[in-house]
T-cell receptor
Framework: DTAVSQTPKYLVTQMGNDKSIKCEQN?????MYWYKQDSKKFLKIMFS???????INETVPNRFSPKSPDKAHLNLHINSLELGDSAVYFC??????????????FGPGTRLTVT | AQTVTQSQPEMSVQEAETVTLSCTYD???????LFWYKQPPSRQMILVIR??????QNATENRFSVNFQKAAKSFSLKISDSQLGDAAMYFC??????????FGAGTILRVKS
């Protein structure tokens, strides 16, 4: 069974469209994340949710809106897509979001291409 | 904000040999966690090893070990008996409070047969 899954794995769309990426984890974790990996392979966190509550919100354009319907799901909705949004988006999860260390488990990534 | 630096964009190693990937970081915290992640061409992010800053003993996972120098803020990864399957991009990461991972730019490791 896949621990952290994302759909779709590939997404090709045109500028100006709205799209969503879904993420689900079956590890029973209470914290989920979205990371963006750009064309230079640089990884940066975008958002983090703990028990459906937003706890990390980096300087991301407000065209990006995460939504967590329950603690096993964290979806990413992107409005008015731009060329610069092309990247690989990773979902991750962990148990705990505070001072204790828990490894983050990553999904397979979604490669978004905006044309 | 904490920063993580990987100064080697690319490294090569002969199969069965040992290679060390470098990582330095900047922090004012005394208690934190460091990780190495591997990203093969499949792009899956795989946790290789982690180190708690309060532990003096270097972490080891089979052929992977770290050299953690807290005072120098250095966290290098040693891969022994390199295998073709070790070829990947390796990321060093620092865990900030709130469990946010700050990643280095990555090092591409090539393994020659």
């Amino acid at each position: 069974d896949t621990a952290v899954s994302q759909t779709p794995k590939y997404l090709v769309t045109q500028m100006g469209n709205d799209k969503s990426i879904k993420c689900e984890q079956n590890l029973g974790h209470d914290t989920m994340y979205w990371y963006k990996q750009d064309s230079k392979k640089f990884l940066k966190i975008m958002f983090s949710y703990n028990n459906k509550e937003l706890i990390i919100n980096e300087t991301v354009p407000n065209r990006f809106s995460p939504k967590s319907p329950d603690k096993a799901h964290l979806n990413l909705h992107i409005n008015s897509l731009e060329l610069g949004d092309s990247a690989v988006y990773f979902c991750a999860s962990s148990q705990g979001g505070g001072i204790k260390s828990y490894e983050q488990y990553f999904g397979p990534g979604t490669r978004l291409t905006v044309t | 904000a904490q920063t993580v630096t990987q100064s080697q964009p690319e490294m090569s190693v002969q199969e069965a040999e040992t290679v060390t990937l470098s990582c330095t970081y900047d922090t004012s915290e005394s208690d934190y966690y460091l990780f190495w992640y591997k990203q093969p061409p499949s792009r899956q992010m795989i946790l290789v090893i982690r180190q708690e800053a309060y532990k003096q003993q270097n972490a080891t996972e089979n052929r992977f070990s770290v050299n953690f120098q807290k005072a120098a803020k250095s966290f290098s990864l040693k891969i022994s008996d390199s295998q073709l399957g070790d070829a990947a991009m390796y990321f060093c990461a620092y865990r900030e409070y709130g469990n946010k991972l700050v990643f280095g730019a990555g090092t591409i490791l090539r393994v020659k047969s």
